[in-house]
């Protein structure tokens, strides 16, 4: 089993995340020593990998995805920022 490492959790976006089959793409991470927003890339072992989300954090990830919803539609597309202050900001 993967877990998060780091900043991988700040690059995710709403299409890394499957809540059906309750897992996580993990395809990018952040470099924060690059900037105030950091610098996108493939996370620090060059590889993806699948996370895989406990039951109750799926439950958590859907209200939080449709709390987000309800402030702006742009929140949620595909390419959106989970966990940014804006639909493609990092928090």
């Not at 809540?19 to 793409?25: D, E, F, P, T, Y």
């Not at 950091?38 to 990830?61: E, F």
Request: include cysteine.
């Amino acid at each position: 089993m993967s877990t998060f490492q780091g900043s991988d959790p700040i690059a995710l976006q709403w299409r890394d995340i499957d809540l059906l089959a309750g897992r996580i793409a993990v395809m990018c991470s952040v470099d924060e020593d690059k900037g105030a927003n950091g610098s996108v890339g493939l996370p620090k072992n060059g590889k993806t990998r699948v996370v895989d989300i406990l039951p109750g954090d799926i439950q958590a990830l859907k209200e939080y995805k449709a709390a987000r919803a309800t402030v702006a539609f742009e929140f949620i597309k595909p390419k959106a920022l989970v966990f940014g202050v804006g639909a493609d900001s990092h928090m």
